[in-house]
């Protein structure tokens, strides 16, 4: 992607229900794999986008929930729907990249990254995300996965250009406990989720080509939609809940 297509790129998810796959019911079901009676007064959410999970969380677990993401609008969006679930109250916006650690605070009860860590790399969040924790604390994340040791041509050939990290499941495993996090739990992210997000993109994706002509980020979209529907059996997300020792 060139660095003139990153606004068109936000500006495509502004308008989209989700800004990557995911669902009410998936955010719900990777809360149940943190410990019982877990204390959650502070939150931490990264790569929040326009709030579909943030909501969930200040719902369902009452806490005081830092909303971080590096774009204004999403942000903006968020405090708006906040408001109208009448838990405004409970979420404070913060526009920072989640890789800057100095702004983000710690001591955090709960850190949340629902389809956020391979903008930065998943080891990498992984190192930075720790010390946000308290001794004790739970850090859930979801990657893009492979979920077969072959892949599709099409499909390795498309993540190798635009996220050449990716590993396996039990790669990812690993790569947790070896950052120092004890493994709660891990689930895939189902197909409806995939489908639903991408249907979401396809009203705002063919009004950004009639505002700005077709360019290469549109193009790419589209194709990764394409590669979803024909080799989605083959690559996924993974959610893992992991802890830190107390």
Request: hydrophobic share 40%.
């Amino acid at each position: 992607m060139q660095d003139d297509d990153l606004p068109l790129l936000f500006e495509l998810f502004e308008s989209t229900p989700r800004q990557g796959p995911g669902s009410v019911a998936s955010t719900h079901r990777a809360l149940t794999l943190l410990p019982d009676g877990m204390r959650i007064e502070r939150v931490l959410d990264l790569g929040c986008g326009t709030g579909a999970s943030t909501l969930v969380l200040a719902e369902d677990t009452g806490a005081q929930i830092t909303a971080v993401d590096i774009h204004p609008p999403f942000l903006e969006t968020l405090r708006g729907r906040a408001a109208e679930r009448g838990v405004a109250g409970r979420i404070t916006t913060l526009v920072a990249d989640m890789s800057d650690t100095d702004v983000l605070g710690d001591g955090y009860d709960l850190v949340w990254a629902e389809g956020s860590a391979y903008n930065i790399g998943f080891t990498n969040a992984l190192r930075l995300w720790r010390p946000l924790l308290r001794p004790g604390g739970c850090l859930v994340v979801s990657e893009l996965v492979w979920f077969t040791a072959e892949p599709a041509a099409r499909a390795v050939e498309f993540f190798t250009e635009h996220y050449p990290e990716m590993g396996d499941e039990a790669q990812r495993l690993g790569d947790a406990r070896e950052a120092g996090y004890e493994v709660l739990g891990s689930f895939r992210l189902p197909p409806g989720d995939w489908h639903a997000y991408y249907d979401g993109v396809d009203e705002a994706l063919q009004d950004a080509v009639r505002r700005h002509g077709e360019r290469e980020i549109y193009a790419a979209t589209r194709l990764e939609k394409e590669i979803y529907a024909a080799c989605g059996d083959d690559y996924g997300y993974v959610c893992l809940a992991l802890r830190v020792p107390e």
